[in-house]
């Protein structure tokens, strides 16, 4: 628990904080604030009519809420969900980056900005859409690579948000974008294969909703749509920049929707929205043909559009822009920043005559009280509101070129994991942004940017620094591996192709698994052997979804190089090595390490037992040669598991963990290697259950030449080591049923070799 406290502890100090701000929130406002489009929803509430400007997916919601409680009830689950979108944000960002700071400041927004308070307490449908969004996102992004399922599920989730808020299907673009690009599989046929099939399922969980959804909408109108909301909204944008001069002059339709105010002069996007277009009996003079008020909406807006694109898209690109002003003030002609802001007074909204009368008979109806301001709290949430407590414009603005400039691979991040959901999160959030200006400018559509451009700024920066995890999406432990050849196996080996050719190796591949290696691999190379006995040596090293220039630097000491797109663990490069020296004429597979701990001069003596014919699988031990060790922990574990793997097998074992070793080729390729951390032992044991004759000979092992070890020292590790021996023995043993008997050959021992023995 101390562990805990102490790892978490920003985290913890900000959710006290944002509990805290909830708690007076709900407290200075009672029962909750109701909005203009409140009333909009509880008119629907027994018809669930699909026709109305909003579409139902708040709706059917709010209903659900009322039905176990009234506005208060209703408020609560709002901050409720506030909370668990910040916690959820946290965690998504602590599968990629083990930065606990960074995790904290994507919660932060959620949890510490006033208008996000503000719109929960709100009845309305904001907190709701910004849940699905991320829900979607905790579905792409939390488990590695996304599979068909997972896609399809998160598809269902946008098109849940698209009945919250239509803003949501501008989403489906960087989604798309992301599933094409997410795990590299666009580099190979065989991974387009995989492409289509995610998108085809991410296609059927959005369309099969909205479709179901428009098919009922068409039961009531007559008509296929998704909201009551058509050519008001893209009328109100284009009114307000019309230049009437410039429409057909002989076309009377469509010069009575010209505002009749100056250009200069003109109202707000929302005026003509909603207070014109929508009010019923407008236009107040008769239409002069057939075309309905609709019809000469979409073909006013249409014609502004092609008169004016400069004009239209300056407009939106203004708007948009907004966004990232410092202070929120209100602008001209835009919504009233007022309106998400706390007040002193409780906010009674103009919905038409007797407005307070109907809030009152509102809060009445549900919560048995009058709407209320507790004027001490209200006064100090409004303090802080305008004191600064909300998320910065600028630091949105950074965070969205954090994100853009880790997607496109900008430092470090050119080889990182994290450049697809750095782009989707990013991506989202100033689609979303852009979206919503290409309507009007208003702060309450910068909300659904807290959830997403913090995210896709940490992951950017984790990106382009280094700072991700070695294995982004598993918390730690990394999931098993699918068999060869995966996704990421398709794209390295495809990679690898392009810039070799089909030239053979040597007959003698020393296969080396690395990963953020530059500074130690180099004096590892310089020192390969160029040959053992008669056969040449050819050295293949695999990068392992590096973020630094290990590639380089082993390209320019002579190694072939294989560049996995993505980072799985040791296991997961060895096995991609095996597999590409078998394919590429290997007869005999050495494997050591990248730092330097073994000792390239002994390889002769490695290799000798597989040249003479005498042994299939050679392995060093330290315990036979010379070992140095950087902890106690690790002197006892090498003991410890060298008698577990004897008792497992039968077998007389000394070290199961030893990196120096040589093997056929094609033995390499025939046992199952599915662990992507804890691969030694799994190989060992693998090739042990196949009858294969393995040898043990002393061999000598350093201290790393360069930086720290990446296996742990810790008990945790240990467990996980024995998890993936005993696992290992039981599908190889007592599943498939190995040959735990086989002859095990004795070392290989020289007069000055007598050293420790097991």
């Known amino acids: 628990m101390t562990g805990f406290l102490r790892r978490h502890w920003l985290l913890l100090l900000l959710l006290a904080g944002g ?11 009672q029962p909750a604030l109701l909005y203009i489009d409140t009333f909009r929803y509880l008119d629907n509430l027994e018809a669930l009519r699909p026709t109305d400007l909003n579409p139902l997916g708040y709706t059917v919601v709010l209903k659900g809420l009322l039905s176990l409680g009234g506005f208060g009830f209703v408020a609560a689950v709002q901050h409720v969900v506030g909370v668990l979108i910040a ?16 995790a904290a400041i994507v919660a932060a927004p959620v949890l510490l900005d006033a208008y996000q308070l503000q719109i929960e307490e709100n009845v309305m449908s904001e907190v709701w859409f910004q849940a699905l969004l991320v829900g979607a996102l905790w579905l792409l992004l939390s488990r590695g690579e996304p599979k068909w399922w997972r896609v399809a599920l998160a598809a269902v989730l946008v098109a849940a948000a698209v009945l919250t808020r239509t803003i949501g299907i501008t989403v489906v673009l960087p989604m798309a974008v992301y599933l094409v690009l997410a795990g590299g599989a666009w580099r190979t046929r065989a991974g387009w294969k995989r492409i289509g099939v995610r998108i085809l399922a991410g296609a059927l969980g959005f369309v099969i909703p909205l ?13 296929w749509g998704l909201t009551g909301a058509q050519g008001n909204v893209l009328y ?3 009114a307000a920049i019309a230049d009437c001069s410039q429409l057909p002059a002989g076309d009377a339709g469509l010069l009575i929707f010209c505002p009749p105010e100056p250009l200069d002069e003109r109202l707000s996007i929302d005026y003509y929205t909603h207070f014109r277009y929508g009010d019923p009996n407008w236009p107040y003079v008769p239409l002069p043909d057939d075309r309905t008020k609709q019809e000469l909406a979409d073909e006013f807006a249409w014609t502004v559009i092609r008169n004016q694109p400069v004009d239209f898209v300056t407009a939106i690109l203004h708007d948009f822009s907004k966004n990232f ?11 009233p920043v007022e309106r998400w802001q706390f007040q002193t007074i409780y906010p009674y909204h103009d919905i038409g005559a007797e407005s307070v009368q109907i809030y009152n008979a509102t809060t009445l109806a549900y919560d048995g009280v009058l709407p209320s301001v507790n004027v001490e709290l209200a006064s100090f949430l409004r303090e802080y509101q305008l004191g600064g407590g909300y998320t910065w414009g600028p630091v949105l603005a950074l965070a969205g070129v954090l994100g853009l400039l880790g997607a496109l691979g900008v430092g470090k991040a050119r080889r990182s994991g994290l450049r697809a959901a750095a782009f989707l999160a990013t991506g989202s959030g100033l689609i979303i942004l852009l979206g919503s200006a290409a309507f009007e400018f208003s702060w309450r559509y910068q909300l659904p940017a807290l959830v997403l451009l913090p995210l896709g700024g940490v992951l950017g920066l984790a990106a382009m620094f280094g700072l991700a995890k070695r294995d982004p999406g598993t918390g730690g432990r990394r999931p098993k591996m699918a068999d060869y050849p995966d996704e990421v196996d398709d794209g390295a080996v495809a990679d690898f192709r392009a810039r070799y050719g089909d030239a053979p190796l040597t007959p003698l591949v020393v296969v080396i698994a690395a990963y953020n290696e530059a500074k130690g691999i180099g004096p590892v190379l310089r020192n390969m052997p160029t040959h053992c006995g008669d056969l040449p040596v050819s050295t293949l090293v695999v990068v392992d979804g590096a973020t630094d220039n290990t590639a380089e630097v082993a390209e320019d000491n002579g190694a072939y190089v294989c560049v996995a797109p993505r980072n799985r663990g040791q296991g997961g490069a060895l096995r991609l090595g095996y597999h590409l020296a078998a394919e590429y004429g290997a ?19 490695l290799v000798k037992p597989l040249l003479d014919g005498t042994a299939d699988f050679v392995t060093g031990s330290r315990r036979l040669g010379t070992g140095q060790y950087d902890s106690k922990v690790r002197w006892l574990g090498v003991r410890v598991f060298a008698v577990l793997a004897s008792i497992l097998t039968m077998r007389k074992i000394t070290d199961t963990s030893f990196g120096f070793r040589a093997m056929s080729a094609e033995l390499a390729r025939s046992v199952t290697l599915r662990e992507p951390q804890y691969q030694s032992s799994e190989l060992l044991l693998g090739v042990m259950a196949r009858g294969a004759r393995v040898l043990e000979v002393p061999m000598t092992m350093h201290l790393r030449n360069n930086g720290q070890s990446k296996k742990g020292r810790s008990l945790k590790y240990g467990a996980n080591y024995a998890r993936v021996m005993t696992g290992t023995w039981l599908r190889e043993y007592v599943l498939r049923g190995g040959k735990r008997r086989a002859a095990l050959p004795q070392p290989v021992r020289t007069p000055t070799d007598a050293r420790e023995t097991a």
């Open 19 to 29: 509990i805290t701000l909830r708690v007076l929130t709900w407290l200075a406002y």
């Open 87 to 102: 916690l959820t944000l946290y965690s998504l960002t602590l599968r990629y980056t083990s930065r606990t700071w960074l």
């Open 211 to 223: 479709v179901a959804y428009a098919a009922y909408f068409h039961s009531q109108a007559g008509r």
């Open 236 to 238: 109100g944008r284009t």
């Open 325 to 335: 002003a410092p202070v929120k003030t209100t602008a001209p002609n835009d919504v």
């Open 587 to 605: 007869k005999y597979i050495v494997t050591t390490d990248a730092d330097g701990q073994y000792d390239n001069a002994e390889m002769p003596m």
